[in-house]
């Protein structure tokens, strides 16, 4: 695969390069929140970020999604489906935790025996250029997890700072073609390749703090009844940031607006932490307390989604930690599971 | 992976029929006719399936099919009125249109179920896919692939008794064993008093090679399980159908999970032995 060098101040030419008939998604700083949004100038691109406020997730499954609308003229039921995404698009600057989400989510939306096809179509229109991550933050844990600050998993592009230059490569074949038409730069040689490998290692370095997702996975499978959920969730208000936070956070609704007559149907971001999740018609509510939400949010995604797809749903991005209002930090959490494990033994 | 299409869209259904089930008026079965013939010829159930039937402007909610698929050319639904969706669907009359999503999730274990006798257990408005399920065993050709059919209905009272008129009909049946009883009955009841549990106590049907077949309400279940193991029904050849709040039904949207099963999914049917695997959430 292409990979070129690139001096610092000709990344603006990477980027003029990208927006050549394409619409180009990259970090902008809205006073103070990083956040993906679609660029027209290269003025509003920020590079310098530790990663974004809220994750990209969004481009492929927005928080508010029309499925249809619909309009009802006696026996005539009319259904207008949105218009599939259309023309090329790049995504541009993703951190390598919220790049592997995408790969995660596409489990969940495209993996099984049904394919939600307005997501599926946003996937493919879109091109992922990561960002290598030189500077992880105090709360990040993606190597504790199957990721990596240099992970490629769901880029098709992945950009490392060398400093002096960007080294741009190109990680699948979508990735090199749009690396085709560009100019400048020079093919990357043995000494940056060097720099980028000592780049990685200072990065990994950074991210202390392991955890054993194996070890809490058989924990979780044997913890049901633990005296341990009791006292875990005391502190959270149940508010729910974490989850909308958070770049695998999957879970939505599906809500009617407008009258009987017409209006649409919406599929709308939902929290397992909110106790109207799981409530039953009738009242009954398979999860009527935060013992049992907590309990939930920490199983899906660290017992549950290894048992289903091999894979923990947890990238190590950090958010939850950063933004939880009670300082609950999932990592010390996992850490007192692990802890759990090791008092059996 | 299937083709990338929009699993949202409901397909558009008239309603035919609304019958009013019980005494006081808070179950209703809906006839509904697919408006569109390829519509119909797509749905291809099995008892013990469910699908997302639409009010326009309230939303979607799960329910169990009641129809038998050998009946052909209309759906029918029993719908208990408990929320905003099942309110404007009583509501709803004859030449109304509703949508629906389907057919969705698993269905009775019919295959393993083959030559083997079944026991039918059910409660209260939890009757409806067993019905189908009856309905489905006694139709002439599908009579022969299964044994012994014995049926153990129970509800509240016998105004609350789902059905009326084809329980009339079963009762008349060589080819099926039907007991009902009521919690209490009133004055012109001749037939069984008590709790379903007991009743399946006093049938005593023999275990072998039976398949027991289980749905009702949570207090029914809990004290018909251990009747049936008391009888030597193995795990394996207990069938349960649970219900969860649900959106998608296709195992996206997150929330009718019981461990890393989901009930739209993996489910609604489950076998006690499946169940017994994962954690008791539900």
Known sequence: ?????????????????????????????????????????????????????????????????????????????????????????????????????????????????????????????????????????????????????????????????????????????????????????????????????????????????????????????????????????????GCGACTYLCPTCHCFDIVDEGSEQRGRRVKIWDSCMFPSFTLHASGHNP??????????????????????????????????????????????????????????? | MMTAENPYLPSPMRVEKVTVETEDRSIKTFDLSFIRTEDEQAFRYLPGQFAQLSVFGKGEAPFGIASSPTTSGLLQFSVSRIGLLTRALHQMEPGDLVGIRGPLGSSFPLQDMEGKDLLVIGGGFAFTTLRSLINYVLEKDNRGRFGKLTVVYGARTPGMLLYKDELEGWRQRSDLEFHVTVDAADNGWKGRVGVVPNAVSDVAPAADNTYAIVCGPPAMTRYTLPVLEKLHFPPERVVLSLEMKMKCGIGMCGRCNIGSRYVCRDGPVFTLAELRRLPPEY
Not at chain 1, 14 to 25: D, E, P, T, V
Not at chain 1, 28 to 36: H, N
Not at chain 1, 60 to 66: A, G, I, L, N, S
Not at chain 1, 320 to 333: A, S
């Open chain 1, 1 to 237: 695969m292409r990979a070129v060098l690139l001096a610092k101040d000709q990344i603006s030419v990477l980027l003029a390069a990208l927006l050549q008939g394409r619409k180009l998604f990259a970090p902008v700083d809205d006073g103070g929140v990083i956040a993906f949004r679609q660029v027209d100038s290269l003025q509003e691109v920020v590079l310098d970020y530790h990663n974004s406020t809220v994750p990209p997730k969004r481009l492929f499954f927005p928080q508010t999604e029309t499925l249809f609308r619909y309009g009802l003229e006696g026996e005539q039921l009319a259904l207008a489906e949105p218009q599939p995404a259309s023309g090329e698009k790049v995504l541009f600057g993703v951190r390598p935790c919220d790049a592997r989400s995408f790969t995660l989510l596409d489990r969940v939306f495209t993996g099984g025996n049904h394919c939600d096809g307005c997501y599926q179509a946003r996937r493919e229109n879109f091109t992922v250029v990561g960002l290598a991550c030189t500077r992880p933050r105090a709360e990040c844990f993606c190597t504790s997890v199957g990721g990596g600050p240099f992970s490629t998993a769901g880029s098709d592009v992945l950009v490392t700072d060398l400093g002096t230059d960007y080294l741009v490569e190109a990680v699948t074949d979508k990735g090199a073609a749009l690396l085709e038409g560009l100019s400048g730069g020079r093919e990357a040689d043995e000494d940056s390749i060097r720099r980028r490998a000592e780049a990685q290692a200072a990065a990994e370095a950074a991210l202390r703090g392991e955890i054993n997702t194996e070890d809490v996975k058989l924990k979780l499978q044997e913890m049901w009844d633990d005296p341990f959920w009791d006292r875990l969730h005391e502190k959270c208000i």
């Open chain 1, 287 to 345: 999860r009527p307390t935060g013992k049992e939400r907590w309990r939930q949010r920490l199983m899906h995604k660290f017992r549950y989604w290894p048992e289903d797809h091999g894979e923990v749903g947890c990238v190590g991005c950090g958010r939850c930690v950063v933004d939880c209002p009670v300082n609950l930090d999932i990592r010390q959490v996992l850490h007192d599971v692990e802890a759990l494990a090791k008092k059996v033994e």
